[in-house]
């Protein structure tokens, strides 16, 4: 297989303006303003893995009508010019005296009017990228035009993955796949977790991941004690359960899966565990059909992993999936979302073993007209061994 | 060498806690709200590459005595009762009903008296990792409490590092130096720029970085367009320039510097301006001793790697580093930050070639009572070469 050119055409780009152009008049909204990396992605396609600097601020104001305008630092402005952008104004940041504020401020007086509402992101998972006291100086210098909720416009539009994406996703997954198929190759007893997953990393990256912005994992005996540690420097013992979860990206798009891998034979109730974990998943991807809702998978994959209705205290099963490793929205019995074809997912049962440990399955499908597609391979209910 | 242990002993969260409550006093603070990575890992330690995911918020609350308070989703509670906070409050995450602003609002008003203010970041370099909605709800359910900055205390503390800081610096200024001398074994005439990334990637890893967060870099004729961007798979060519610029991380600590190669031999300007490069480089570390101000740091490295007086779009000519990939302060000629032991900076200066063209080198230092001492290993005048 080989993979599509990158990026996107730029027609992708126009149709998420005009999708979100109108949604902003349904909701009242002269103009979006954006400045978190996912959101000017979404509709510019800058990617840069410079926002890991935390220094400079960067804005994206999409306007009423017309194209999105970025108001950014003049580090950024070659690589913006690359993409489908045109109107670009820029700072040289950091100015101490006025790091942006002023030129975000005029552009969004020229394209609002005195009683505009602007949307700027305030829902869950979201954040406000730039200094608290220029958030403040902002507001004051709008005024009288608001600053007001984005009604989730930027979320509702990437909860559905256009073919391109999809397409996207399902290559970092098959990368994924591949690294896990070779973690015989470079843990055996004795091994140190955190040489694991060095050379796990490696392995991802020799598959073609572009970046591995997401591992964590862990070893011990007959399960582990969360999932989301970084590796500590102690050797793969026999009888030790190691689980790795990777999110690594292709294109800007991740895959966020893991596996479970027995040092030597598995305990009785390691492999019991893991068959209920596949067989939980697997109600899931039964029950993930378009016209469900996202609370029918928990139930249908909670019933399998947890038959006492025990919960566990990662507080859900899964999760969307697309330009971060995890997006809206969350497994949980309280999620109403309906179910709709585009819609990429994780399907992530979890189980509790004695002591307090868990074991944690996870796989990638998107929705389709007729049902779930997997992303990752699906895995059988033996538990991977190592020896 | 063999690394000292991971993490820091006890006595290191302790006298950072006790720093910043000596500077809450003198600020009028009553507790710190702490909401973003470094912030967090600052004052307990909890390091785990789970930030990656945008879902869930995480706060520390940082009482005018006693030990930090974490508030946090309880999928988070069994790494964190690795580290040395005691007191810890959890919810399952996401809640759509409270994601944790109650526990957050009960906690705060528990250590601060009704008239309190409480410290959040709000200067450069920083932002409120939670939804707007709740810090508006939290705002209102802390009245007459207020809100207001933190007098930059984290930032103030941060910019010193302690000697055990400072070994972790180092051992990733190693690796990465490793990792440079190994790009004549993975990038030739014909290799694509996206595989050079990839291998260089996994060359860091090979040496020992525990996971790869920033590289950048480019590859054209006669230096390239801009720093930042992610690898296209354009294969190397006789004549270019390749630049690469990597933050690779050790027990949660960066190191932040590039190396430019030619691909054959360098063109007449290319080696003179590589050669000014370091002659900037060398004329930046003569200047950095204590007393100094970092803008004298940026009029000599500009003085030499721009005898006209040009200046570059990339705003500064170096930065603090540390926990994260670039940190306070800025070497810009408005900096007057005071040099003093134990901070550490990238020395980063930039050249302009013909056709807009740029080159950039980057070396890490830190500075000492006598004067500056390299972390990552000075070059030579020459520009390394590749075939």
Same mark, same amino acid.
């Given at each position: 297989?080989?993979?599509?050119?990158?990026?996107?055409?730029?027609?992708?780009?126009?149709?998420?303006?005009?999708?979100?152009?109108?949604?902003?008049?349904?909701?009242?909204?002269?103009?979006?303003?954006?400045?978190?990396?996912?959101?000017?992605?979404?509709?510019?396609?800058?990617?840069?893995?410079?926002?890991?600097?935390?220094t400079?601020?960067?804005?994206?104001?999409?306007?009423?009508?017309?194209?999105?305008?970025?108001?950014?630092?003049s580090?950024?402005?070659?690589?913006?010019?690359?993409?489908?952008i045109?109107?670009?104004?820029?700072?040289?940041?950091?100015?101490?005296?006025?790091?942006?504020?002023?030129?975000?401020?005029?552009?969004?007086?020229?394209?609002?009017?005195?009683?505009?509402?602007?949307?700027?992101?305030?829902? =869950?998972?979201?954040?406000?990228? =730039?200094?608290?006291?220029?958030?403040?100086?902002?507001?004051?210098?709008?005024?009288?035009r608001?600053?007001?909720?984005?009604?989730?416009?930027?979320?509702?539009? #990437?909860l559905?993955?256009?073919?391109?994406?999809?397409?996207?996703?399902?290559?970092?997954?098959?990368?994924?796949?591949?690294?896990?198929?070779?973690?015989t190759?470079?843990?055996?007893?004795?091994?140190?977790?955190?040489?694991?997953?060095? #050379? $796990?990393?490696?392995?991802?990256?020799?598959?073609g991941?572009?970046?591995?912005?997401?591992?964590? %994992?862990?070893?011990d005996?007959?399960?582990?004690?969360d999932?989301?540690?970084?590796?500590?420097?102690?050797?793969?013992?026999?009888?030790?359960?190691?689980?790795?979860?990777?999110?690594?990206?292709?294109?800007?798009?991740?895959?966020?899966?893991? #596996?479970?891998?027995?040092? %030597?034979?598995?305990?009785?109730?390691?492999?019991?565990a893991?068959?209920?974990?596949?067989?939980?998943?697997?109600?899931? $991807?039964?029950a993930?059909?378009?016209?469900?809702?996202?609370?029918?998978? $928990?139930?249908?994959?909670?019933?399998?992993?947890?038959?006492?209705?025990?919960?566990?205290?990662? %507080?859900?099963?899964?999760?969307?999936?697309?330009?971060?490793l995890?997006?809206?929205?969350?497994?949980?019995?309280?999620?109403?979302?309906?179910?709709?074809?585009g819609?990429?997912?994780?399907?992530?049962?979890?189980?509790?073993?004695?002591?307090?440990?868990?074991?944690v399955?996870?796989?990638?499908?998107?929705?389709r007209?007729?049902?779930?597609?997997?992303?990752?391979?699906?895995?059988?209910?033996?538990i991977?061994v190592?020896?």
């Open positions: 297989m080989t993979a599509p050119a990158r990026g996107f055409p730029e027609a992708e780009f126009e149709r998420r303006t005009r999708n979100a152009q109108a949604l902003m008049a349904e909701a009242g909204l002269s103009a979006l303003l954006l400045t978190t990396e996912p959101e000017i992605r979404y509709y510019t396609g800058f990617l840069t893995r410079f926002w890991e600097s935390p400079r601020p960067w804005y994206v104001v999409l306007p009423a009508t017309g194209q999105p305008i970025a108001v950014i630092p580090i950024g402005a070659h690589l913006m010019r690359q993409t489908w045109t109107d670009l104004r820029t700072w040289q940041a950091p100015d101490y005296s006025d790091d942006g504020v002023g030129l975000l401020s005029d552009t969004l007086r020229e394209v609002t009017l005195m009683g505009g509402v602007i949307g700027l992101a305030d829902g =869950m998972e979201s954040h406000v990228r =730039m200094p608290r006291a220029d958030l403040l100086a902002l507001e004051s210098a709008l005024a009288p608001k600053l007001a909720s984005d009604a989730q416009i930027t979320r509702r539009l #990437r559905i993955k256009s073919d391109a994406e999809i397409a996207k996703i399902r290559i970092a997954a098959g990368i994924a796949d591949r690294a896990f198929d070779r973690v190759e470079i843990a055996q007893t004795g091994t140190p977790l955190s040489t694991v997953f060095r #050379r $796990f990393q490696a392995s991802c990256l020799d598959e991941a572009d970046w591995v912005p997401y591992l964590a %994992g862990a070893a005996h007959r399960g582990y004690g999932v989301i540690s970084p590796a500590t420097d102690a050797p793969l013992e026999t009888g030790h359960v190691l689980m790795l979860d990777t999110g690594l990206m292709h294109d800007g798009y991740f895959c966020d899966f893991d #596996r479970n891998f027995s040092i %030597g034979a598995p305990a009785a109730e390691v492999q019991s893991h068959a209920r974990l596949i067989d939980a998943t697997e109600a899931g $991807f039964a993930a059909r378009p016209g469900a809702v996202i609370a029918d998978l $928990f139930h249908a994959m909670n019933a399998v992993a947890n038959p006492d209705g025990n919960t566990m205290d990662a %507080g859900r099963l899964g999760h969307g999936l697309g330009m971060q995890t997006e809206w929205p969350s497994i949980i019995p309280a999620d109403q979302t309906e179910l709709v074809p819609m990429v997912l994780t399907l992530e049962p979890s189980v509790t073993l004695a002591d307090g440990k868990i074991m399955h996870e796989e990638n499908i998107v929705i007209e007729t049902g779930a597609e997997w992303l990752s391979t699906p895995q059988g209910s033996e991977r190592l020896t």
